[in-house]
C-alpha cells in the first residue's frame, strides 16, 4: 500500500526566504514521486516528478525536489519564495504503472511581504 | 491546445439526486480519471478508464460509476447522492496512463 504524508498543513514564509515543504511517502516498491501546486479555485498543475532518474528533480518556477529513499522523503524547495508562489502544494505517490495516484492532504503556502 | 475541459464549473443538487459530470481530455491523451476532493483534503482517486473500460478503482461505494467514450471523453456518475458526496470533483487526463494533467474541477454541493 502506498500513502503520503505532508508535515504541516500550512507553512508562512518572507518574501525572498527559503521555502521548504516537506513530504514522507510510503511504499512497498520504489515509487513514482510528484508535486503539484493548486491555486484557488483552480485545478492542479504539476511542479515536478520523480521517475527514478536524478535524485535532484527540478521543475517549474524555480522549485526542486530531491527523492531521498533512506529517508522515505520527497521534500520540496525554493531558494527564494515569491508572492506568486502563495497557493496550496500537494504531493503525490504511484507506483511504476502510473496506477493510482496518492495525494498528501496538502500543505497552504503563505508569503509575507 | 485547451488543456483537460470539465463541465459544469459548480452544481448544486439535493440529497438523494443523481448528478453527471463531464470531461474532456487533453488533446492527444487517452486516460481518464477521476479525483474528489473535498474541502480541506487532497485529491482521492475514485477511478481510471483507458479503452473505455474502468481500469483502476479506489475505495468508493458502486453509486460512483463513469464511462468513457470513444473519443475519449468521460462521464462520471453519482446515484443517491449524500451531503458527504460535497466535493470538488476533478478530471485528470494522461498519455498512455503517464502522469495525470488536471482539469479546473467541478464544484458539486449537496444540500
Known amino acids: 500500500a502506498q500513502s503520503v504524508t505532508q508535515l504541516g498543513s500550512h507553512v508562512s514564509v518572507s518574501e525572498g526566504a527559503l521555502v521548504l515543504l516537506r513530504c514522507n511517502y510510503s511504499s512497498s516498491v520504489p515509487p513514482y514521486l510528484f508535486w503539484y501546486v493548486q491555486y484557488p479555485n483552480q485545478g492542479l498543475q504539476l511542479l515536478l516528478k520523480?521517475?527514478?532518474?536524478?535524485?535532484l528533480v527540478k521543475g517549474i518556477n524555480g522549485f526542486e525536489a530531491e527523492f531521498k529513499k533512506s529517508e522515505t522523503s520527497f521534500h520540496l524547495t525554493k531558494p527564494s519564495a515569491h508572492m506568486s508562489d502563495a497557493a496550496e502544494y500537494f504531493c503525490?505517490?504511484?507506483?511504476?504503472?502510473?496506477?493510482?495516484?496518492?495525494f498528501g492532504s496538502g500543505t497552504k503556502l503563505n508569503v509575507k511581504p | 491546445d485547451a488543456g483537460v475541459t470539465q463541465s459544469p464549473t459548480h452544481l448544486i443538487k439535493t440529497r438523494g439526486q443523481q448528478v453527471t459530470l463531464r470531461c474532456s481530455p487533453k488533446?492527444?491523451?487517452?486516460?481518464v480519471s477521476w479525483y474528489q476532493q473535498a474541502l480541506g483534503q487532497g485529491p482521492q482517486f475514485i477511478f481510471q478508464y483507458y479503452e473505455e473500460e474502468e481500469r483502476q478503482r479506489g475505495n468508493f461505494p458502486d453509486r460512483f460509476s463513469g464511462h468513457q467514450f470513444p473519443n475519449y471523453s468521460s462521464e462520471l456518475n453519482v446515484n443517491a447522492l449524500l451531503l458527504g458526496d460535497s466535493a470538488l470533483y476533478l478530471c485528470?487526463?494522461?498519455?498512455?496512463?503517464?502522469?495525470?494533467?488536471f482539469g479546473p474541477g467541478t464544484r458539486l454541493t449537496v444540500l
Open positions: 520523480y521517475t527514478s532518474a536524478a535524485t
Open positions: 503525490a505517490v504511484s507506483d511504476r504503472n502510473f496506477n493510482k495516484f496518492y
Open positions: 485528470a487526463s494522461s498519455l498512455a496512463a503517464r502522469e495525470d494533467f
Open positions: 488533446s492527444g491523451h487517452d486516460t
